[in-house]
């Protein structure tokens, strides 16, 4: 879907949607259209409950086309992540309508007096997040199941300047879509080393890729990851992705991801009923390779790491069996309890890898980690955990200015005193209880005190239901978080 802003007076076709206050109170352009359509507006909000609450929505149809009204309750309150939801709202509303066109009529004012830029470059953000469509495996859809919703087109006097706050946000939504398409493609297309060759198109936006084979992780000494993909058909990998545009001398910030293409659980092998959702384990990886392409695509001056450990988790005559025990990176062993717990082995070894090679300013890691944090809190937030204060602070600020919800949970010594092994330096699953917090303990013991945060992320990765800005399935969830982040806290200013 396109999106495009126009000065009002360019000819329209298509649909409507004009806003309207609480109480049925009109806007200005509302008011305008309503009397050339002879109180058609009016006449129908009188016939309705629609009462300009924030958010509802009454279709009208008159003679000048389809008008949707939108509910802007007091206008006191439509900030960035108001708008978003709104342009969201209206492109759900008329995906499948059989109206190829929306124009959004902005007023130039809000009640709070800003003008309409920001505000129309916010909904425009929205209708082109929620527009996300993964349908490359439907050959046989009928034309008329497709969405009619070709293109949003938001009307107000500056258009030129919310054309320019745009693209910004359009570039970040790019890096969103990239999430949601690796998460969303299927595992017999998306394994480690296609996978690998996807990511080389970033070096398109100016990030450069490199890849680890197995060889090269043997001679790392990468034996907690490569553990876990013994038992596939199909050769590990680890992607490394940099963006240098800040100072040369400035350390980079990095991201991590957990990359299980498919877990099965390996020979500590999961239930049938529901395993299809294991291809979506590698979106730890896919969120980090969708902010390195909206760090580049926006030209973010900043020094920044993307690495992403790519295996699949597997049984077979040669898989990984509970008993076994592992050498890391790190040089700590690790006694392996249960295959399923193969996120925190690959994590390890490109934590400790991350860490050693680039020195970063700090990593924050995503994963789909623990079936556990599922349980704790659902799919509204996002359950992480941090070694620093300042880091966990700007997380939680840049989760909250996005509308990605993050709630910290605790680390400590007595959690972490759950992994450690009879027979080796840790072992990689402990009690039932607490599943996730000693998960996070035992990423930590292959940090070495490097400033860290892990965002586990079972619940957020994939979508069960539809929300304004995200529809259902793959999320492309902490793209805008981190992105965020790094334009408020890590960016230099420009010279
Ligand atoms: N990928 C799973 C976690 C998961 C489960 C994510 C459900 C999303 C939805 C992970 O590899 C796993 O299997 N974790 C185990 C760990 C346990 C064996 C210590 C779990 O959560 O049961
Ligand atoms: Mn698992
Ligand atoms: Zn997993």
Not at 93 to 105: F, K, N, Q
Not at 165 to 173: G, N
Not at 315 to 333: I, K
Not at 349 to 376: H, N
Request: glycine share 12%; net charge negative.
């Amino acid at each position: 879907m396109q999106v495009q802003f126009a000065r009002p007076g360019e000819p329209w076709d298509g649909a409507l949607a004009l806003g309207v206050y609480e109480e049925r109170r009109m806007p200005a352009r509302t008011a305008e259209f309503d009397a050339s359509v002879d109180r058609l507006l009016a006449r129908a909000m009188e016939a309705s409950r629609f009462a300009g609450k924030a958010h509802q929505m009454l279709t009208v149809f008159t003679p000048r086309g389809r008008v949707v009204l939108y509910g802007l309750g007091s206008g006191e309150d439509t900030d960035d992540l108001w708008c978003q939801k709104a342009g969201g709202t209206l492109v759900a509303a008329l995906a499948d309508s059989g109206e190829a066109r929306l124009t959004v009529v902005l007023e130039e004012r809000d009640e709070a007096g800003l003008d309409a830029a920001g505000r129309a470059a916010h909904v425009g953000y929205g209708s082109l997040l929620r527009s996300y469509r993964f349908d490359k495996y439907r050959t046989t859809q009928k034309e008329e199941d497709r969405p009619s919703l070709q293109q949003v087109t938001l009307e107000l006097e500056g258009a030129d300047a919310a054309r320019e706050l745009f693209r910004e946000l359009e570039a970040v939504a790019g890096g969103v879509f990239l999430a949601r398409d690796l998460v969303s493609e299927p595992p017999n297309v998306l394994y480690p080393a296609s996978y690998a060759e996807r990511l080389q198109n970033l070096s398109n936006h100016g990030v450069e890729v490199s890849v680890l084979d197995e060889q090269a992780m043997t001679e790392l000494g990468m034996g907690a990851l490569l553990g876990v993909g013994q038992g596939s058909a199909k050769e590990s990998r680890i992607v490394l992705m940099e963006w240098r545009n800040g100072a040369d001398d400035d350390p980079p910030v990095a991201f991590v991801g957990k990359g299980v293409c498919f877990d099965t659980g390996g020979i500590s092998l999961k239930p049938a009923a529901g395993m299809e959702a294991m291809k979506w384990d590698m979106g730890g990886s896919a969120t980090v390779a969708g902010v390195m392409q909206a760090l580049a695509a926006r030209k973010a001056r900043v020094n920044a790491i993307g690495a992403v450990g790519l295996v699949e988790n597997m049984p077979d005559g040669n898989a990984q069996r509970p008993g076994d025990v592992v050498t890391s990176m790190s040089g700590q062993t690790i006694e392996i309890i249960n295959t399923d717990a193969e996120g925190r082995l690959v994590l390890a070894d490109v934590l400790w890898y991350v860490k050693d090679r680039y020195k970063p300013k700090f990593m924050v890691d995503l994963a789909t980690l623990t079936g556990a944090m599922l349980v704790a809190l659902g799919e509204e937030n996002c359950g992480y955990f941090a070694n620093d204060d300042e880091l966990a602070t700007r997380i939680a600020d840049a989760g909250r200015a996005v509308g990605e919800g993050v709630w910290r949970m605790p680390l400590g010594d007595g959690y972490n005193r759950m992994m450690d092994s009879d027979i080796a330096d840790v072992k990689n699953a402990g009690p039932r209880n607490a599943g996730s917090i000693t998960a996070a303990c035992f990423l930590e013991r292959f940090v070495d005190g490097c400033p860290w945060s892990h965002m586990d992320i079972a619940g957020m990765a994939w979508a069960s239901k539809d929300a304004p800005t995200v529809p259902k399935g793959g999320t492309g969830w902490g793209v805008r978080l981190l992105d965020h982040m790094v334009r408020t806290c890590y960016e230099t200013p420009p010279a």
